[in-house]
């Protein structure tokens, strides 16, 4: 059930500029977050993912699909520190586990979620967290609510950003820790790093790759399977001049051999795109 409330509770932060300038290698883009008072941010989640686990000759697949609506309410920035709530207003969840009946539901049906459901429609309409951010995106200040803590690759709700400008191609990693369990009951962190890319700028709108990284060897396949649902391979696109995201995509294709015996196998496969509501189409300017 963990990783499917990580969709409903996943987040991430806008990225911004200060200046916007010609649209070539030469340039260099301050990448800074741009947030006003009373502002509401509004971002459509999809994530689609299948799970393929064959233990003792034994072949399961589990499927699950959400769609989430999501915002981000600003409420109040003195001076360098932005402060808002994140809040998740509606998800439809479908899932099916091997060949159980496939479980549906809306949070604007109406009708009782079922139990499987049940951690995350207690969220619904809720502020999950309270953060504050500085420009870079480091978190000088958080609340948690429940089940707020959780995520879906790229680790926190927002994004530390680099120091200084940088250019076309220019890259910067932000070093993060997951924490899994041995197969000896012991837990074991395994660092990784995010390292971002910028690879282009056009019209105003600046497109990031992202990719993660382990630094931590993972000699335990049953560790490595744990590890993988939270790796993050993707494209993310950010409005330099109105300091927020515009859309980004994660992508995961990972097979682990061995995670429980030397005959097992998991298989993942998913896909999660989030769309900035009523996004405007950008078109070129100049200073």
Known sequence: MDRYCLAIAFTLAALG????AADDESTKYLLRYSLTGGQKLSYEVTHVAKTKTRLKGDEEISQVHTVSQRHWAVTHVDGDEMTFDHVVDSVEMTQQQGDKEEIRWSSGSGEEPPRVFSKVAEQIGKTLATVTINPRGQETDRQDNGGSKASL????LSLALPDEPIAIGDSWAIPREIKTRTEDGLVKPIKI???YTLEKVKSGVATLSVRSEPLTPIEEQSVRAQVVQQLSNGTIKFDLDAGHMISKELNWDETVVGFQGPNSMMEYR??????LIDSVVRTARRP
């Open 270 to 275: 998913a896909r999660m795109t989030e769309q």
């Open 193 to 195: 790093r995010e390292l």
């Open 17 to 20: 500029s200060t200046g916007f």
């Open 153 to 156: 690759g790229m680790g926190s």
